[in-house]
C-alpha cells in the first residue's frame, strides 16, 4: 500500500485515537467547522443537515445514528454529508453525558420511578441476546421521551449557528472572488515610445 505505516498501530494506540484526538481538540474541532463551512450547498441545508446530525445521536438508537440522520435530513432538504458530520457529536467521550442527561429527562417527563440502583433481573441476558423489551420500560423508553425534547432544544441552536456561519462563510468566499475577478478584469495600460516622446 502506497501511505502505509512503517511501524502499525497496536489496539492500544487505535483505541487512544478513538478516544482522544492525535494533535489536539482546538485543531480537530477546527477542522470540523471547515469541513462543515465548505460543503457546496445552501446554508440552510448545510444548517437542517448538521442539526438533524445532532438530534439523531441524541436518541438511544445506537447504530441507527446515520441512517436517522439521513432521513431526518432528506424530510427538511438538508445535506446528507452535513448530516453525517453532525452525527459526530456522539462519540465516546459524549454518549455518557447524552445517554445520562436523556435518561433523567425522560424520567421526569414520564414520571418513572428511580430504580434502586441494581440492575432489573435478567438484564445481561437480555443485552447479550438482543431482547429488547427486557430493557425497554426501565431504560430506553424513558431515554428516547428524554431524548425528543434535548434533541430538539441542541438541534436549534446548532442550526442557528451553522447557518449563521455558512452564510457569513459563503458571503465572504464570494466577496473575494468578485474582487479577484475584478483585478483581472482591470485593463493594464501600455506606455508605447512614441507616449514616452509627447
Known amino acids: 500500500m502506497l501511505f502505509r505505516r512503517r511501524q502499525p498501530e497496536t489496539r492500544l494506540q487505535r483505541l487512544r485515537a478513538t478516544l482522544w484526538p492525535r494533535r489536539s481538540w482546538r485543531r480537530s474541532l477546527r477542522y470540523m467547522q471547515k469541513r462543515v463551512l465548505r460543503l457546496r450547498a445552501t446554508p440552510h441545508a448545510i444548517a437542517a443537515g448538521v442539526a438533524a446530525g445532532v438530534f439523531a445521536t441524541f436518541t438511544p438508537f445506537l447504530g441507527l ?22 452525527c459526530l457529536l456522539g462519540n ?63 438541534a436549534g441552536l446548532t442550526y442557528a449557528l451553522v447557518r449563521f456561519g455558512a ?16 483585478t483581472r478584469a482591470r485593463p493594464v495600460s501600455v506606455r508605447t515610445p512614441s507616449d514616452a516622446t509627447s
Open 65 to 86: 445514528h446515520f441512517i436517522l440522520a439521513f432521513a431526518i435530513a432528506y424530510c427538511v432538504a438538508g445535506n446528507m454529508a452535513a448530516a453525517a458530520l453532525g
Open 92 to 154: 465516546p467521550l459524549t454518549f455518557p453525558l447524552v445517554w445520562a442527561s436523556t435518561y433523567e429527562v425522560g424520567r421526569a417527563i414520564l414520571r418513572a420511578e428511580v430504580p434502586d440502583g441494581t440492575a432489573p433481573a435478567g438484564l445481561e441476558t437480555a443485552l447479550r441476546h438482543f431482547d429488547l423489551a427486557a430493557i425497554w420500560q426501565p431504560y430506553l423508553k424513558p431515554m428516547l421521551v428524554g431524548s425528543i425534547p434535548l434533541g430538539l432544544a441542541f
Open 167 to 182: 452564510a457569513s462563510f459563503q458571503a465572504s468566499r464570494a466577496r473575494r472572488a468578485q474582487e479577484r475577478s475584478a
